[in-house]
């Protein structure tokens, strides 16, 4: 019975003693507060750019990866300027500007790469009219056989496809024939490539 007042007591007294501080300072973040913050930023990102086909998605996301980069240098540099007298006792040169600076820079080429970004999506949903990133496979399969990747297809793909051996296709050139000469000139302008 007198453990269980002890425990108690030692779970209590922290939060009475806390209860004492103002308001501001029990609440206030720490560095570790900040880092969990950008890390979870920062997975959020990369789970949106390895996850989603569509690219605008894709764009957000890095802008997460950025924010998150930006979170931790503005954090450490308010950690170097709390503790800065005890850095330069230690004798190390500290310059707590340096994290607003490189996130200055951060925010510029993410303005840069939002511009250009969006420059891409709306020539890519001219040409496609889609905006996802893998809307035709055959830049996906071209880019994999160039890497030596795997390439994964599903099953109904498969079963849907003919099988032909290579080399033992003709084309069919009287119909492609009729079909180009039965062509409207005022439609051509319709068929994108």
Do not use: H
Not at 76 to 102: H, M, Q, T
Not at 126 to 136: G, K, L, M, P, S
């Amino acid at each position: 019975m007198i453990s269980i007042i002890i425990g108690a007591f030692a779970y209590v007294a922290p939060l009475l003693l806390q209860a004492q501080q103002p308001f501001l300072k029990r609440f206030e973040p720490t560095l570790i507060n900040f880092l969990m913050l950008s890390f979870l930023l920062f997975v959020v990102g990369v789970a949106g750019v390895l996850s989603r086909r569509n690219i605008i998605i894709i764009f957000m996301s890095i802008e997460l990866i950025l924010n998150a980069v930006n979170l931790n240098l503005i954090a450490f540099s308010r950690y170097l300027e709390i503790n800065k007298d005890a850095l330069i006792a230690k004798g190390l040169a500290v310059n707590p500007l340096a994290g607003p600076v490189f996130t200055i820079f951060i925010i510029v080429v993410a303005a840069a790469e939002a511009a250009v970004g969006l420059g891409i999506v709306i020539a890519m949903f001219r040409n496609r009219e889609t905006v996802a990133i893998d809307a035709q496979p055959s830049d996906a399969i071209a880019l994999a056989l160039r890497a030596r990747c795997s390439i994964f297809v599903e099953e109904a793909v498969i079963e849907g496809a003919e099988n032909r051996e290579p080399g033992t296709d003709k084309p069919d050139t009287d119909r492609l024939q009729k079909w180009l000469e039965s062509l409207d000139p005022n439609e051509l302008g319709k068929y994108k490539m």
